[in-house]
T-cell receptor
Framework: ETGVTQSPTHLIKTRGQQVTLRCSSQ?????VSWYQQALGQGPQFIFQ???????GRGNFPPRFSGLQFPNYSSELNVNALELDDSALYLC?????????????FGEGSRLTVL | EDQVTQSPEALRLQEGESSSLNCSYT??????LFWYRQDPGKGPEFLFT???AGEEKEKERLKATLTKKESFLHITAPKPEDSATYLC???????????FGTGTLLAVQP
């Protein structure tokens, strides 16, 4: 059983640019959640996708958007990057919506915005 | 507003020195409280889910307990490999998100 994989692992962008982060969910999982983790903080919920539909969103502006594909992989897109977007972006998959609580996290994509 | 507070922020223990980490929470309609472990540069790893006050879960040297206002993660006779950040999260109300605390950074010295 393959785990959650994310790409790229590290990237550097400049303010105003756009970025796309990718996530392959664990085999058999149909729900993907994205979290942002700033240095020294806990993860903050961005949004969740269930069967290709957005299924909940945190307090993030519309320039944070996402997609889930038929194979349940997912993308996180961030437009008009700001310095405060520098963080570890975590993807988590699960078999159901978060009621089960057991999220399987990838190792994250470390984004630095200069 | 749903909130999770973890204490202490950091804890240094000698190998074999037992201790507890605290997670206090306010949430409307708790649907679950979760403990995760996070190693540097990695994603969180699921440890436990607790659903109701009085519930306890154990795994090796770790035991998690839950009351109506807080949860404790007890670490018995820790080893250096237990060093990590321990995150607490709650799921409440009608949302599909976990609300995480800022974590406790545990360092166990040999």
């Amino acid at each position: 059983e393959t785990g959650v994989t994310q790409s790229p692992t590290h990237l550097i962008k400049t303010r105003g640019q756009q970025v796309t982060l990718r996530c392959s969910s664990q085999s058999g999982h149909n729900t993907v959640s994205w979290y942002q983790q700033a240095l020294g903080q806990g993860p903050q919920f961005i949004f969740q996708y269930y069967r290709e539909e957005e299924n909940g969103r945190g307090n993030f502006p519309p320039r944070f958007s996402g997609l889930q594909f038929p194979n349940y992989s997912s993308e996180l897109n961030v437009n008009a990057l700001e310095l405060d977007d520098s963080a570890l972006y975590l993807c988590a998959s699960s078999s159901y919506r978060v009621d089960t609580g057991e999220l399987f996290f990838g190792e994250g994509s470390r984004l630095t915005v200069l | 507003e749903d909130q999770v507070t973890q204490s202490p922020e950091a804890l240094r223990l000698q190998e074999g020195e037992s201790s507890s980490l605290n997670c206090s929470y306010t949430v409307s309609g708790l649907r679950g409280l979760f403990w995760y472990r996070q190693d540097p540069g990695k994603g969180p790893e699921f440890l436990f889910t607790l659903y109701s006050a009085g519930e306890e879960k154990e795994k090796e040297r770790l035991k998690a307990t839950l009351t109506k206002k807080e949860s404790f993660l007890h670490i018995t006779a820790p080893k250096p490999e237990d060093s990590a950040t321990y995150l607490c999260a709650v799921h409440g109300g009608a949302t599909n998100k976990l609300i995480f605390g800022t974590g406790t950074l545990l360092a166990v010295q040999p």
